[in-house]
Structure formats: C-alpha cells, structure tokens
C-alpha cells in the first residue's frame, strides 16, 4: 500500500481481556517498530523487528504484552488481561531496513486502545 | 541514556509570528536528529530530519532547524506561522551507532490563532 496501515483504529475494550492490534508496514520495508503514545508521556519505543525476528524487545513494559511479524509484512502486537493504564495510541513504522545506521521511519495513523 | 527534552509543551501563536521550538538532547555520541509532525486527526509525518552536512536543515511548508552540535539542540523554526500549522510537534533522536529506535521528546503542542 502506500502507506502504513493499523488495524482497528479504535479499541474499547474491558479490563482483563485480550487485545490484538494490527500493523500493515509500506511494502518492501523489511523493519518494523511499535511506539506506544500515552497522554503527558510522549511516544515511546516497544518493539523493533527486522524481516521476522525480533532483536529488541526491550521497551515492551510487561510480559502481558508481545508481538509477532509473519512472512516479513503484518505484524500483530497482543496486549493480554488489559489494565487501564494500557490505554493508550499504539503507533506503527516502518522503514527499509537492511542497512546499517538509522533511518527514516514512516508512521501509520494509530490504535487509539481504551480500557474500561 | 539518550534523552530528548522539548521545553515547551503548549505554544499559542497569532498568525504571521514567528516560531521557535526547542530541542535538547542528551547523547554523548554522534545523532540524527527529526522533527515530526501530527496535525489533528492525522498521523506522524516527518517534517524535517538532519543526518549529516549543513547543520541548517529546510523540511516542508517552510520549516527549518539548526543542528548545534556544542548546544546538544536541534531547534525548529518558521519565520511566519499560519493557522494550518496548528498541530502537535515532535522532536526524536537516534544514534547512529547500531541502534535503530527513536528517542521521542513528549511533544509541543502549538496553536495558532486565525
């Protein structure tokens, strides 16, 4: 597509249930990033994969919470037994990848994710 | 750790004024810098980025940031704002040695009066 696509755009959902929230990265771009913007805290950074695989997972802030990427495109982040302070907008990018050194990362619109 | 700091968190502006955000980051290393932009109801849209050369970077609609290596800062600035830049600003780092996750600050939100 031409651009970064999420999926569902809005999330309500109940504490204690399962989310899963979809990205859909430019075509061709081989890394993938999920950002997490939460109201006074800024964006910051949860998960990066490069092709299929996860190299830092180290922003993800609880084990309640992972990722996966298939066949190096869509990647789908899971939020288990939500919590209210998960509300949140859960950002997407994407970026060619498969170089050294830093790039451009280009971002989808957001799940904005509320959790009663 | 890196850190981004954006000092203003909320700017108003008349039409026509000048603008100047800041940006101060906290890396011993060398960085590229960025300024996103999200106007509302819309996504994250890079407005200008510094990655090496003339530390004075041009990006869309006008905009224009300094890159002061000895001030850890990377400014943004327009001469005269319109009321169509009313939106939230984002400044982000990112080392360039190995890493690849931005470093966000918690945004400025401007808006400007018609």
């Known amino acids: 597509g031409a651009g970064v696509s999420q999926s569902p755009s809005n999330k309500v959902t109940e504490k204690g249930k399962d989310v899963e929230l979809r990205c859909d990265p430019i075509?061709?771009?081989?890394?993938l990033y999920w950002y997490r913007q939460s109201l006074g805290q800024g964006l910051e950074f949860l998960i990066y994969?490069?092709?299929?695989?996860?190299?830092?997972k180290s922003g993800l802030p609880s084990d309640r919470f992972s990722a996966e990427r298939t066949g190096g495109s869509v990647s789908t982040l899971t939020i288990q037994r939500t919590q209210q302070e998960d509300s949140a907008v859960y950002l997407c990018a994407s970026s060619l990848g498969g170089r050294a050194g830093p790039e451009t990362q280009y971002f989808g619109p957001g799940t904005r994710l509320l959790v009663l | 750790a890196q850190s981004v700091s954006q000092h203003n968190h909320h700017v108003i502006l008349s039409e026509a004024a000048s603008l100047e955000l800041g940006c101060n980051y906290s890396y011993g290393g060398t960085v590229n810098l960025f300024w996103y932009v999200q106007y509302p109801g819309q996504h994250l849209q890079l407005l200008l980025k510094?990655?090496?050369?003339?530390?004075l970077v041009k990006g869309i609609k006008g905009f224009e940031a300094e890159f002061i290596k000895s001030k850890f800062s990377f400014n943004l600035r327009k001469p005269s704002v319109q009321w169509s830049d009313t939106a939230e600003y984002f400044c982000a780092v990112i080392s360039t040695s190995g890493t690849y996750k931005y470093i966000f600050g918690t945004g400025t939100r401007l808006k400007v009066l018609a």
């Open positions: 075509s061709g771009h081989t890394a």
């Open positions: 994969f490069q092709g299929n695989s996860a190299p830092d």
């Open positions: 510094y990655f090496s050369g003339d530390p």
